[in-house]
């Protein structure tokens, strides 16, 4: 399993941990951050820096208490920064917490940590090399393997204070697991045959103390100083050192000012130094759990001091001795990669938009410190391509300015003073403008009715739709208005509607004038009708007449005869 993993889920391209990893150790694919295990120097910088807590290390607690379960014995040998996170508790105080937690011994790594210093005084009494590097950081130590393989005769071929305490502690418990408890993530990298079984950093130890209820008890006691409790703050290894007069003793600390530092002993131009370095800014206590919890820097040092240095000036320290080597062999891992052509490289900044120098802004959205070097991690398939920001954003306002310029709908954006900000072609057209530039900064209320955009940010939505028309311009349209209230703005989207209206109302018109038509010859159905009724009648009376004089007429005749 991967020391250093993340969350994917988490991950949102903010590209802060690539940003922020003094090596470039993770790549990016699809917006998604992936630690690089063979180039990774486990400095913690990643995970401290992820504003969504995307990056974890690996917890091995489920293990240890799977083995506590299993009744198998469990011995700790802890770092001196110990007391930086507990600094109300003693170590016996801490020691008896551990014990509620099944550890059956407890050690301190310091006693490791004064083997390791007296086997560098050794080595600059013998005057092993010009300059000597500590080797106690195992971050600088992977730096060095895999990155700077250039300063490796410089580094103490000794094991860490914590690979001492462990070897210890297996030959005095041959079947006990060993646990190492401290501030840093890359300890988990000296696990194995010469380190300890498992590590734990100081903040996973609080959460299993806190899953358990149990807490160091309070204890203002102070133990008897040891100088090699000093090793947790940038420049305690010195402290702890007898001095010789012919090396001059340096403590740098901070990877950015290390990886400076080792530049300037490669180059050859320093004898007799003697320089201790520490990845974290004020070494230990600057570790990663302790720049979590916002640890101060001050306050720490000063606890670790009183643990460490006597302050009537008798100083002492432990006297342990081993029986076992503390040679360590430290390998040039460096993986070479074919760098690009610059016709490859000119390839890959051309498709990020960089056509010219002017182009490559360098502003380092993407992780990378310059435009180039971002290219160069393209081509070793590290990053995406869209990771570059301008590049990202030109593209997108591109296409959306194309977009917006040729879609059919009028659209135009106006700010929080009625004043209009943005305006598409078919917009100026519909308006009778020769160009945007004809109402750029002007108010909207030259085209349009306010009305309707102050009534948007007085309701208090985000959109409205009306159906609206412009008398002036002879336009029906159907407008809708969305207020981006974080930015002060109204966008509006307006379909010309006019022949559909005009359209709708000749067919309007059409019905009414058929309706007209029809109530036009029903009238005049009813008034032919009347007409012949009324001529039916006059017909009908005269008939009625000439009937009844002919009736007489007959009648008279037979009254004659």
């Known amino acids: 399993m991967a020391i250093l993993s993340f969350k994917e ?35 913690g910088t990643c995970t401290v820096v992820c504003p969504q807590n995307a990056k974890e290390d690996s917890n091995d607690i489920p293990k240890i208490l799977e083995l506590l379960s299993q009744g198998r014995q469990i011995v700790a040998t802890v770092a001196p920064s110990w007391i930086t996170a507990y600094p109300k508790a003693s170590f016996q105080t801490f020691s008896d917490a551990l014990a509620e937690l099944g550890f059956s011994y407890v050690s301190e790594t310091a006693e490791g ?9 050794k080595l600059v009494e013998d005057k092993w090399n010009d300059v000597i590097i500590s ?81 160091p008890k309070e204890d203002g006691s102070i133990p008897t100083p040891k100088l090699s409790r000093s090793f947790p703050y940038s420049g305690g290894i010195l402290d702890s050192m007898l001095k010789n007069r012919s090396f001059q003793y340096i403590a740098i600390d901070g990877i950015e000012n290390c990886i400076n530092a080792l530049q300037e002993i490669v180059s050859g131009n320093l004898k007799g130094y003697f320089i201790e370095m520490s990845a974290c800014t004020g070494s230990c206590i600057g570790g990663p759990s302790f720049q979590k919890s916002q ?37 040039d891992k460096k993986i070479v990669c074919m760098p690009p052509t ?36 393209i081509y ?27 879609s059919p709908n009028l659209i135009l954006a106006v700010d929080i003073d009625m004043c209009v900000i943005m305006i598409n072609n078919a917009t100026c057209k519909a308006f009778h403008l020769s160009s945007p530039e004809d109402i750029l900064g002007s108010p909207v209320s030259r085209i349009l009715d306010e009305y309707n955009f102050i009534d948007l940010i007085a309701s208090g939505e985000e959109r ?20 981006d209230k974080g930015n002060s703005i109204i966008s509006c989207i307006m379909k010309d509607i006019t022949q559909l209206r005009m359209e709708k109302n000749r067919i309007r018109q059409a ?23 009324s001529l039916l009648g006059e017909t009908a009376a005269k008939t009625k007449l000439a009937i009844m004089d002919l009736k007489k007429t007959i009648l008279m005749d037979d009254e004659i005869f």
């Open 9 to 43: 889920i988490e991950c949102m391209d903010c590209y802060k941990c690539v940003r922020h990893c003094p090596v470039k150790s993770i790549t990016v694919k699809n917006g998604r951050a992936q630690i690089l295990e063979s180039e990774c120097i486990l400095c």
């Open 113 to 121: 940590a004064y083997v390791v210093k007296s086997h560098y005084e």
């Open 135 to 215: 080797s106690c950081c195992t971050t600088i130590n992977l730096y060095i393997e895999h990155h700077f393989p250039e300063a490796l005769d410089f580094l103490a071929p000794i094991i860490s204070p914590m690979q001492v305490s462990a070897r210890k502690l297996k030959d005095l418990y041959p079947n006990a697991i060993v646990i190492f408890i401290g501030p840093c993530i890359s300890k988990k990298a000296e696990c194995g045959e010469n380190g300890a079984d498992y590590v734990i950093t100081f903040d996973e130890l609080e959460g299993w103390f806190e899953n358990s209820s149990i807490e």
């Open 295 to 331: 640890n101060k820097q001050i306050f720490g040092k000063t606890l670790v001091r009183k643990q460490a240095v006597n302050e009537s000036g008798k100083n002492i320290d432990f006297e342990t001795r081993t029986d076992f080597s503390l040679k360590q062999k430290f390998l």
């Open 342 to 377: 610059e016709w490859q490289l000119a390839a890959i900044l051309k498709k990020m938009g960089k056509n010219t120098v002017e182009d490559e802004l360098n502003c380092g959205s993407c992780g990378y410190p310059s435009c180039r070097e971002k290219a160069v991690a």
């Open 380 to 406: 070793e398939n590290k990053a995406d391509i869209n990771m570059c920001l301008p590049f990202m954003k030109a593209r997108t306002q591109s296409f959306a300015d194309k977009v917006i310029e040729v």
């Open 464 to 483: 409205i739709s009306r159906n609206i028309y412009v008398a002036e311009y002879g336009l029906y349209l159907e407008q809708t208005l969305i207020y």
């Open 511 to 533: 019905k009414m004038d058929s309706a007209n038509m029809a109530d036009e010859i029903v009238e005049a159905q009813l008034r032919t009708v009347h007409e012949i009724a």
